[in-house]
């Protein structure tokens, strides 16, 4: 049994007309926690379980927490989820939902994070948001589908917070023998792998300014970064601004609201500038979903990028 279900892949004819090209979505968006994660946390979770761990600790508002708590109702293995101050209401409200239990603690995920470490012991077991091997093998399970689906992509589009999907996408990659570059996106101010690859060093950024709040990591994992300097990962900064505008639009054409985060990635397909893409005939977008803001939040937003512009 898996956590996590099959999504649709389909062709978006508009994109592909607008743009000269096959443009293959990957609906990620439509998992029952609303994103990607549940590949991962999904079997994280299961094979924590068969180890014996009789309780889930998560550090994450976002959609890891969510997909932790998803999967601790499905398996029957109760979840706490410890979230800082400053995890928006909506959120919270759709944990609570999972029936986890939720604990404030901190100003900020940091502080979350060291209380959720305090909160372990022999029979829990900590789910990492994207750090653990299990993680990337679950996720890798996207690339599978596709595969299997006979779709004929010549470069994946992911976004990048602290690379557990991408070493997912990379990892599935390799296991069917497939040389196709990958297209790391990230938003400024989350740009923690382009800024570590232009350095040459994994040192990460001091402070994250993009209110892709799933893209927030100071640092992406050891092994993203060397996943990233090993295979063709090109590494692509988007704008906040770049990202709403995409949300809105992919809520026109596809009728699924998806966060910031998301954005991202399907702004390499709305954006002016097709210089990124110009060397693909047929790129794949893992529309990496997101629950966690709602229109009102990405309608603020907007109002808010426009009028620091102005
Ligand atoms: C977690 C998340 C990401 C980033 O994934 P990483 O594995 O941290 O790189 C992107 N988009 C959404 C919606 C997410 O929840």
Not at 19 to 30: F, I, T, Y
Not at 235 to 245: H, N, P
Not at 268 to 287: C, H, N
Request: glycine share 10%; charged share 20%.
């Amino acid at each position: 049994m898996t956590l996590h279900v099959e999504t649709p892949l389909v062709q978006s004819l508009g994109l592909s007309r607008a743009l000269g090209k096959h443009v293959w979505l990957k609906l990620d968006a439509l998992q029952p926690s609303g994103s990607f994660k549940i590949r991962g946390i999904g079997l994280a979770c299961e094979t924590y379980r068969q180890q014996g761990k009789k309780k889930f600790i998560a550090s994450s508002g976002g959609n890891a927490g969510l997909a932790v708590a998803y999967a601790g109702r499905k398996l029957g293995v109760p979840v706490t989820v410890v979230i800082p101050r400053s995890t928006p209401a909506h959120a919270r409200t759709l944990l609570e939902l999972e029936g986890a239990t939720v604990v404030v603690h901190g100003a900020a995920w940091s502080e979350a994070h060291s209380h959720a470490l305090c909160l372990l012991d022999d029979e829990s077991a900590l789910i990492h948001p994207f750090d653990d091997p299990l993680l990337w093998e679950g996720h890798s399970s996207v690339i599978d589908e596709v595969i299997a689906a006979g779709c004929n992509f010549d470069c994946v589009i992911v976004a990048v917070g602290g690379g557990g999907l991408m070493s997912g996408v990379i990892e599935g990659l390799n296991r069917h023998r497939r040389r196709t570059p990958v297209i790391a996106v990230e938003t400024d101010g989350a740009d923690c792998l382009s800024n570590a690859l232009a350095r040459g060093e994994n040192v990460g950024i001091p402070r994250i300014s993009s209110i892709a709040r799933s893209l927030g990591a100071n640092r992406v994992a050891q092994h993203a970064f060397d996943l990233a300097r090993t295979n063709d990962v090109r590494s692509v900064v988007v704008t906040d601004a770049e990202a709403l505008q995409s949300c809105s639009r992919f809520l026109d054409d596809q009728r699924i609201l998806v966060e910031p985060a998301c954005g991202a990635a399907l702004a390499l397909l709305y954006r002016e500038d097709q210089e990124t893409l110009a060397s693909f005939d047929s790129p794949l977008v893992i529309v990496c979903g997101g629950a966690t803001a709602t229109y009102d939040d990405i309608l603020k937003w907007q109002a808010a990028a426009e009028s620091s512009r102005a």
